[in-house]
């Protein structure tokens, strides 16, 4: 026979089951709707990326767009270079070759001295990680290159630098600074500073390249006078109003075209680099 305590007791049972079944339903519910959330998020995440990427893709065909896929677009492009310091944007690898323009580009984004040149007697190239070993295998050496006019006739001469002193009777490369220097905010272990005695007239190109290292770095110049323009950085945004404020932004540098690596050991002598 069933007593009135006895009832009481079922109904809390009966009470906690239920009370337990709607914590974990609510729980999955939350967690379900979360998912979709953060699915949904992901999901605009990309198209704003895709959007970001589109806006970069139509300026550099000429074009310019406001919005696409419903998502507002804005380009914005800085010159790189154009001061007396230029750090390269990505870092560099071993045997990879970086240039800098000393004269300024046509329309056609052809080299032209008659539009701007270095004025400049000094130069200081700038490479290495911040605290990087300059005794190890991995150390990176440097070769600079500086391409010249001379009469109607191109011509180069080299610079070496190399801060492991374990490697120079193998190399024969020159010494190069150890210490801690800053540039635009960013931090080198080493540098190679070629004054006015070292450096050509009618200057047009330095090409600089990297040896030994296992890994990319940092590699920047400095100089006495204003160096020219080196391309063009474009910046698009995609942002969507009205969802939480998502939006993407997408970077994209562009250094002028350079001649390739077979360039710095041959003779040359046409009238144009780029030919």
């Known amino acids: 026979m069933k007593t009135k305590k006895d009832a009481g007791q079922a109904l809390l049972i009966i009470v906690l089951i239920l009370a337990v079944g709607l914590t974990i339903g609510l729980s999955m519910v939350s967690r379900s709707i979360t998912d979709v959330r953060i699915?949904?998020?992901?999901?605009?995440?990309?198209?704003a990326f895709s959007a970001a990427e589109a806006g970069i893709e139509a300026i550099l065909s000429g074009?310019?767009?406001?919005?696409?896929?419903?998502?507002?677009?804005?380009?914005?492009s800085k010159d790189l270079g154009?001061?007396?310091?230029?750090?390269?944007?990505?870092q560099v690898k071993k045997g990879e070759i970086q240039t800098v323009w000393l004269v300024g580009h046509n329309s056609d984004d052809e080299p032209d001295p008659t539009i701007e040149q270095f004025a400049g007697d000094t130069i200081t190239i700038y490479w290495g990680?911040?605290?990087?070993?300059?005794?190890?295998?991995?150390?990176?050496?440097?070769e600079a290159t500086f391409i010249f006019q001379e009469g109607t006739d191109f011509k180069t001469k080299k610079f070496?630098?190399?801060p492991y002193s374990g490697r120079p009777d193998d190399n024969h490369f020159g010494e190069a600074e150890i210490g801690e220097y800053s540039l635009q905010e960013k931090n080198f272990?080493?540098?190679?500073?070629?004054s006015s005695s070292d450096l050509p007239t009618n200057l047009y190109a330095l090409r600089l390249k990297l040896f030994y290292n296992d890994t990319t770095h940092l590699l920047g110049l400095e100089a006495n006078a204003a160096l020219p323009k080196q391309g063009q950085c474009y910046e698009s945004t995609a942002s969507l109003s009205g969802t939480g404020g998502?939006?993407?932004?997408?970077?994209?540098?562009?250094?002028?075209?350079?001649?390739?690596?077979?360039?710095?050991?041959?003779?040359f002598s046409e009238s144009n680099l780029m030919k």
């Not at 767009?65 to 804005?74: A, K």
């Not at 154009?82 to 990505?90: E, L, N, V, Y």
């Not at 272990?189 to 070629?194: M, P």
């Open 39 to 47: 699915s949904q998020e992901q999901e605009e995440s990309a198209r």
């Open 160 to 162: 070496t630098a190399d």
């Open 246 to 267: 998502i939006s993407s932004k997408v970077q994209q540098c562009n250094l002028y075209k350079t001649p390739p690596l077979l360039f710095d050991y041959v003779l």
């Open 129 to 142: 990680n911040q605290d990087t070993d300059p005794n190890q295998e991995f150390t990176p050496a440097l």
């Open 82 to 90: 154009g001061a007396d310091s230029f750090i390269f944007p990505d």
């Open 63 to 76: 074009q310019e767009i406001s919005s696409y896929g419903g998502f507002i677009v804005n380009v914005e």
């Open 189 to 194: 272990s080493f540098r190679k500073v070629l």
